[in-house]
Nanobody
Framework: DVQLQASGGGLVQAGGSLRLSCEAS????????LGWFRQAPGKEREGVAC?????????YAEPVKGRFTVSRDKSKKSVVYLQMNTLWLDDTAKYYC??????????????????WGQGTQVTVSS
C-alpha cells in the first residue's frame, strides 16, 4: 500500500506562490497517476491537476491553467509537487493528493482516485 502525505500549505498574499509536496511511503508509487484536489468550506471537492504514472501527461483545471504546475521529483521518485503561482483568493482551500489507477494519462474526477493523503491548508489573503 502507498501512504500519502501532503505538505507545504500556509498563508500567502494574493499574487504570491507556494509549492505543495505529496510524499509517498510504501511500494508502487510509480505505478499510479497522482492527482491534486482541493476543497473549500461549503464547496465540493474539485480536481486541480494531475500527472500520469509515466510523467508524460498532465492535466489542469481551467481556473489554474498557466498558474499551477504539477511535476514528479526526478531524484526523489516518491514525491510529486504542485507549484502554485499568482495565487488568487479563490485558491483558498484544503489541498489533497491522491493516487489513481490510470493505465494511461490521468483525470481530475475525484472518484477515479482511491488513496488519499491528509491534506494541507492553503489560505490566500488580500
Amino acid at each position: 500500500d502507498v501512504q500519502l502525505q501532503a505538505s507545504g500549505g500556509g498563508l500567502v498574499q494574493a499574487g504570491g506562490s507556494l509549492r505543495l509536496s505529496c510524499e509517498a511511503s510504501g511500494f508502487g508509487f510509480d505505478d499510479y497517476a497522482l492527482g491534486w484536489f482541493r476543497q473549500a468550506p461549503g464547496k465540493e471537492r474539485e480536481g486541480v491537476a494531475c500527472i500520469s504514472r509515466t510523467n508524460d501527461f498532465t492535466h489542469y483545471a481551467e481556473p489554474v491553467k498557466g498558474r499551477f504546475t504539477v511535476s514528479r521529483d526526478k531524484s526523489k521518485k516518491s514525491v510529486v509537487y504542485l507549484q502554485m503561482n499568482t495565487l488568487w483568493l479563490d485558491d483558498t482551500a484544503k489541498y489533497y493528493c491522491a493516487t489513481g489507477n490510470f493505465p494511461r494519462g490521468c483525470g481530475n474526477s475525484w472518484f477515479d482516485y482511491d488513496n488519499w493523503g491528509q491534506g494541507t491548508q492553503v489560505t490566500v489573503s488580500s
